[in-house]
């Protein structure tokens, strides 16, 4: 009896002794219960707004060195995390993350930070750098700026916009697109949505778009920007990237603009003495041996308004009160229009009362009204069964 309870004793004294394990004892008489902290595997996938995966996100255990980054299909495995963890995601470009590890596969959606992508230049087929890290001649176009511009195609709104880009319209026509120069380059690159264009074709394409549907504008000015697209490239790129679907809630952008356009210069139209002395001039520039004024009409034309000097009444009246006859029949009417008797040309003048300050002092107004929806709302449907197993016993 004695040599059974040292017995239990020692085996009691070596439990004891043991690490690494807790107990709660409540009562002596009570069984032991051990209390661990299990870890687990936390795995998942991050995508950025429009569902497009991110390779190279840092995820990470928050306050621990613990972590990993995705990988090409933007998929991630990490060891070692407990339930109640929180894990925290960044990736340069985007806003951090972190989510509650409760044991099941995470779906980590990264949003875009408006702040930071201000700062970083598209460089190729994609790629982004820090304009701030950044050793190559390169620069970002703010689209929030050009579109505030009142110009009719993005070349125009380049013009002293960008340190060493030149534009320069080639004629006065409503509409007509900027030629664009580089460093004193003339035949650039245009790279849309990574499709690669040469001058012409590209700067067709260019001026189509609007500020209101691109993304982001760089501008490659160097040969070290500009390698990555090769020798075609060597007077600069413009990339371009328009704007995509994303994921989030709807978002509605109303722009309007309503301009008036005024001529900048206005003709001044000859007077009575000018038109009678330039028509005589050129009557005499073509041989003709009597001109349609005569000195006496000329000196009345000079002296100004004839109605203080009293010339011109007897003509006036005359033309009011003689008669003229406008009518026309339905055959001469018929004849217009006949093709057989018109033969391709004008048969009939027309002659009606109209203010030739209509077609230079006219002003025009101008309506501009672009409307934009971004986002939209997403529906998961999870779809469960039930299993029931029965066992039988035989």
Same mark, same amino acid.
């Given at each position: ?16 002794? @043991?690490?690494? @394990?807790?107990?709660?004892?409540? =009562? ?11 870890? +687990? ?29 995705? +990988? ?30 409760? +044991? ?22 994609? !790629? ?28 125009? +709104? ?15 026509? $409503? ?9 004193? !380059? ?20 260019? %001026? ?22 090769? $020798?075609?490239?060597? =007077? ?22 309503? @301009? ?29 041996? @009597?001109?349609?004024? =005569? ?22 009246? %005359?033309?009011? =009160? ?16 006949? $093709? ?55």
């Amino acid at each position: 009896m004695l040599k059974r309870l040292k017995s239990v004793s020692m085996l009691l004294f070596l439990m004891g002794a @043991s690490t690494g @394990s807790a107990y709660a004892v409540a =009562n002596p008489g009570v069984t032991d219960v051990k209390i661990t902290q299990q870890t +687990g595997t936390c795995k998942g996938v991050v995508v950025d707004a429009t569902g497009e995966t991110v390779i190279g996100a840092s995820v990470v255990v928050k306050g621990t060195t613990n972590g990993t980054i995705t +990988g090409i299909d933007g998929d991630f495995s990490l060891s070692g995390v407990k339930q109640g963890d929180v894990i925290q995601v960044s990736f340069v470009g985007y806003l951090t993350q972190e989510i509650k590890f409760k +044991g099941e596969s995470l779906k980590i959606i990264l949003q875009e930070d408006s702040q930071t992508l201000q700062e970083v230049v598209v460089v190729g087929y994609g !790629g982004v750098q820090k304009a701030k890290t950044m050793t190559a001649s390169a620069a970002t176009v703010k689209m929030s700026e050009l579109a505030k511009l009142p110009v009719a195609s993005m070349s125009e +709104g380049l013009g002293g916009r960008v340190t060493g880009v030149v534009t320069q319209q080639a004629s006065g026509a $409503p509409g007509e697109n900027a030629r664009i120069w580089i460093r004193g !380059g003339e035949n650039i690159l245009y790279v849309i949505d990574d499709v690669v264009m040469d001058s012409g074709q590209g700067n067709e394409f260019f %001026n189509r778009l609007r500020p209101d549907d691109i993304a982001s504008m760089s501008i490659l000015k160097d040969a070290a920007a500009t390698a990555v697209y090769g $020798p075609r490239a060597a =007077n600069g790129v413009v990339v371009i990237a328009t704007k995509r679907g994303q994921e989030g809630a709807p978002t509605i952008t109303l722009n309007q603009k309503v @301009s008036i356009m005024t001529p900048a210069y206005r003709p001044k139209g000859l007077s009575s003495y000018e038109y009678a002395l330039a028509r005589n001039e050129a009557e005499l520039a073509s041989f003709q041996e @009597s001109p349609t004024f =005569n000195d006496t009409e000329l000196s009345k034309y000079y002296m100004g308004d004839l109605w203080q000097k009293g010339y011109g009444f007897e003509e006036i009246r %005359n033309l009011v =009160n003689e008669r003229y006859n406008l009518g026309y029949s339905l055959q001469d009417i018929n004849d217009l229009f006949d $093709p057989l008797k018109t033969q391709g040309k004008n048969i009939q003048d027309y002659y009606s009362s109209y203010d030739p300050w209509d077609m230079f002092d006219h002003t025009q107004p101008m309506y501009q009204t672009n409307v934009s929806l971004r986002g939209w709302r997403t529906y998961q449907i999870l779809f469960k069964f039930g299993i029931y197993e029965a066992k039988w016993c035989q």
